[in-house]
């Protein structure tokens, strides 16, 4: 069979990549890295490479990681000028020892490899940056999509501080806990013809967060985990809750010791639900393919919506919670 599964509701285009190519015969490694750059070149994505929103000081800093079904992975953080970081992540995995590249290091190497610089930042994410800016008390103002399905956003106080922002998708007639997040990281699992897994994440990390700030998109085992005997897992959400948790690692160890994979993404929100920290509406998404092909997605929180595909289901958004999916209205 062949399937493949991507975050959030701008994953849904990214997945359509990914499953057609799949069904060309390309490999699941092939087919994560399409899909992820089409989100990446998407510049109505503001979470996600070109277009992606800046950080405090109005630089746009992109992190990503690609992982293949025998355990070899790349990664890159803060990266910038860069737009394709999900192509430099794997020519890290597949052209030097290594397994991170960060900061003006990565770039460099980019530049080696032939990559193109390009201006990340779009006038729509500086203005924003500006009006951010300007807000008196910008550390505790959270940017929200002002309606569904529009790319025109405001500014909220939020009541936690130590949030720079939390960019939320406004969902009409949702109570205030049941908003949809589609804020950020895309993250890319896929099975090929041949049973073979992969994953890819990518991001422009948190709105305005503290220059330098990387979060679990590019660390192995936090935002993704791909072990192809076993199972393919990506997380996405706030991604310190994820980094001390090793959620991705978490998951597909359960799915070794025999735990189905819907149960596995319970069982690592519930240890999340442990973390001291987790707060107001802090998000984690999970989603997990395991080597015979089940899948599973699971949420911290109602908002969370994932893309699926295979050879037998067209490509489909779902809504996820903590223990359930349904096909969403699209």
Request: glycine letters at 10%.
């Amino acid at each position: 069979m062949i399937l493949s599964l991507s975050t959030w509701k701008h994953g849904f285009h990214p997945n359509q990549v990914t499953i057609e190519a799949l069904n060309s015969g390309k490999s699941a490694l092939d087919a994560v890295e399409l899909g992820a750059r089409d989100c990446e070149s998407d510049i109505a994505c503001m979470s996600v490479g070109r277009g992606g929103l800046p950080d405090a000081t109005g630089e746009v800093t992109l992190d990503a990681s690609i992982m293949d079904h025998d355990g070899n992975c790349g990664s890159v953080a803060f990266v910038r000028n860069y737009e394709h970081v999900i192509a430099v992540a794997r020519r890290v995995m597949e052209k030097t020892p290594h397994v991170m590249l960060a900061g003006e290091g990565a770039e460099q190497f980019a530049e080696r490899e032939g990559f193109e610089k390009t201006d990340l930042l779009t006038e729509k994410a500086k203005s924003l940056w500006e009006q951010w800016m300007a807000q008196p008390d910008k550390l505790h103002v959270r940017l929200r999509r002002a309606e569904e399905g529009t790319q025109e956003y405001v500014f909220v106080h939020g009541d936690e501080p130590e949030e720079l922002v939390w960019r939320r998708e406004y969902t009409p007639g949702a109570t205030q806990g049941q908003q949809e997040n589609s804020h950020d990281t895309i993250g890319v699992l896929a099975m090929d013809s041949a049973g073979r897994l992969a994953g890819a994440c990518t991001t422009s990390g948190l709105a305005f967060k503290l220059h330098g700030r990387v979060g679990d998109s590019p660390i192995i085992g936090a935002g993704l985990y791909v072990d192809g005997r076993v199972a393919a897992a990506v997380a996405t959400g706030d991604g310190e809750l994820m980094m001390r948790a090793c959620s991705t690692f978490h998951i597909v160890e359960m799915v070794r010791q025999g735990i189905e994979p819907a149960e596995a993404c319970e069982r690592a929100l519930e240890r999340i639900r442990q973390d001291k920290r987790l707060t107001g509406d802090k998000q984690c998404g999970l989603m997990v393919i395991r080597a015979d092909g089940v899948w599973a997605g699971r949420s911290l929180r109602p908002g969370f919506q994932l893309a699926a595909a295979s050879d037998v289901l067209p490509n489909t958004l779902f809504d996820i919670t903590a223990n359930s999916m349904e096909k969403a209205r699209f």
